[in-house]
């Protein structure tokens, strides 16, 4: 059987196939590779997986990991080696989740990749390999149009009264949340970008507002324009995303994509299904 993850910050979905079709579905904590040491993924995968699989763990042979933090040969290394630790297989392939995101959306065809999750990314994929890529430069830097920004974005507007004094109260009020409160969660506590992503229903559930509206647009419209429009041909590419963002807005990014004369192709929300063809067809 082929042992199939999409390692996010926040979960890690596993899909074992058996003769090509999926039979199991299992969801784990997230992890970013690129924060743990071998040991530490060997410990979390003993501790997460492992006890799930049960039996099954016997009948892998082959486990195809994409994930978060798989930056480099060093970090990719690390995660095959943590999972040899627990599934001694032959095949163990280790690759970056954006890598997966393309293979997901474009199976061997050419495209530009994007994802717009709790953080965003984006490559050139010629159908078999990423050939061009924008560094996202994370939450602080970058990763526009990413959950953890349009979150950043309104709750700045939210503290400094840049949005209608009614919306204001209704986001503290409903997230049970003050100034002093945001400012120790954001700079105190750990994870701040998970948590300005969590905020993100708020837009969703008012984006009929002009305010939000132009809140999630431009901050689109950016993403095209600092990710998209670095591609050569991206006029004329498929453009395609995976992630809850992009799901969820696909209306205002399709709004987005035409302001800068592109195209949205596919939306997906997770790239577990497009993965499990394109292993399916290996």
């Known amino acids: 059987m082929k042992l199939i993850a999409d390692s996010g910050s926040t979960k890690v979905e596993w899909c074992l196939l058996d003769h090509d079709k999926p039979v199991r579905q299992i969801f784990t904590s997230g992890f970013n590779a690129l924060m743990l040491t071998e040991e530490e993924i060997a410990q979390y995968l003993d501790d997460e997986l492992m006890s799930q699989l049960g039996e099954q763990a016997r009948s892998v042979t082959e486990v195809h990991f994409y994930g978060a933090g798989c930056i480099d040969e060093e970090v990719c290394r690390n995660v095959r080696r943590a999972i040899r630790q627990n599934i001694d297989v032959p095949t163990i392939e280790a690759h970056s989740d ?20 709790t953080g965003s990314n984006s490559c050139y994929y010629n159908g078999r390999e990423i050939k061009d890529h924008v560094s996202p430069l994370g939450y602080i830097l970058g990763d526009e149009g990413s959950g953890a920004v349009l979150g950043r974005h309104l709750i700045g507007d939210v503290l400094k009264h840049q949005l209608p004094r009614e919306l204001c109260d209704r986001f503290l009020d409903e997230y049970n949340l003050t100034s002093n409160a945001i400012i120790r969660r954001v700079y105190k506590e750990p994870s701040p970008n998970r948590f300005l992503a969590s905020v ?8 009929e507002e002009p305010a939000i509206h132009r809140l999630v ?28 963002i992009a799901y969820l807005y696909r209306s205002v990014l399709d709004e987005a994509a035409a302001a800068l004369d592109a195209t949205v192709d596919t939306v997906i929300k997770t790239p577990m299904e497009g993965l499990v063809k394109y292993h399916a067809n290996l």
Do not use: H, M, W
């Open 217 to 244: 647009l431009n901050e689109f419209k950016s993403f095209f324009v600092r990710n998209v429009a670095q591609y050569d041909r991206y006029r004329v590419l498929p453009v395609s995303f995976v992630g809850s």
């Open 98 to 117: 954006l890598l997966g995101a393309a293979r997901a959306l474009f199976g061997e065809r050419e495209g530009i990749a994007c994802i717009l999750g």
């Open 200 to 207: 993100t229903p708020f837009l969703l559930k008012n984006i």
